[in-house]
């Protein structure tokens, strides 16, 4: 068995990196095939008898990407194809131009794949010429599905609550008396909500952890699965669940705006993104580009100049 690692040139798409390890992973002679998304680097074992490294090159290639070849750097990487130029159009809005947002590592799971499928690079051999930065319809399908799981989520977790303890203990209101009951209800209707409306968070931590980053994704999804796992436990043995806290939760982080891709020239965004603040906000003083003067002591009182 021999060993290849090659540097993806242009790898601006964490679904595109999962394509290209599936593929490798379906070719015959390969055992293991690892896409780093973080590092722009493939990793794979094969057979030399079987496979080569140049085919290997290939198999990428033929998912819109080429590899460097040995010396060659960040120069060859500016040339660029027109689904490549494309396809970054499409999904500006959702990776922001960087590796770090969370959105893009969300993609994979949602229904807006189809449509990542089209713009992908490879996919067609002029699909860079129809594509338009006013019309990103990779953005508004994962949005779409976003708004859809979020109605969803919000139906199922009403019910929810008004079964919780919290409503139980705290408002002293009961629709069911039994607690047995209201807990396998509860399990009943906030599973769809953990599984289907929060599949967005849990699948997109399971490809932020593959690809070694940190991020909402996996913050949210352990606090989600933490609280409903603990839950379904308590169900069986017995005593007060927090199936609410893992439903309002799921519901939650769809209806925040910063869970929604960003619109192209949203500039507010952008900046916060990149670390800035709101020009408002420094034209008040409030903002890292310009600070407020400092407050005088009480009684520092400066005698009038003389004119």
Known sequence: MATAELRVLNLRCAACAEHIAADLHAASGISEAEVDYSRDLAKV??????????????????????????GEGAVAA?????DQLGHDAQLAPICCGTKHDRMQYELPHTSAEHEHHEVEPGADEHAGMDHDMSDPKVARAMENDMRRRFFLALALSIPVFALSPVTVNFFDFELIHSETARNWLMLALSTP???YAGWIF???????????ALNMSVLIAVGVLAAWSFSVLITVIGGETFFEAAGLFVRHRPADGDSHPRRPGDRG???RDRGGGDRRAEARGQGPGRRRRPRRPFGDRREPRDR
């Open 45 to 70: 074992v094969y057979d030399p008898d079987q496979i080569d490294e140049v085919r290997i090159r290939d198999l990428i290639a033929d998912r819109g990407y080429r590899c460097a070849m040995n």
């Open 202 to 212: 849990i699948g997109g931590a399971y490809t932020s952890l593959r690809s070694r």
């Open 193 to 195: 909500v953990v599984w």
């Open 78 to 82: 500016s040339r660029r194809s027109a």
């Open 269 to 271: 965004a952008e900046q």
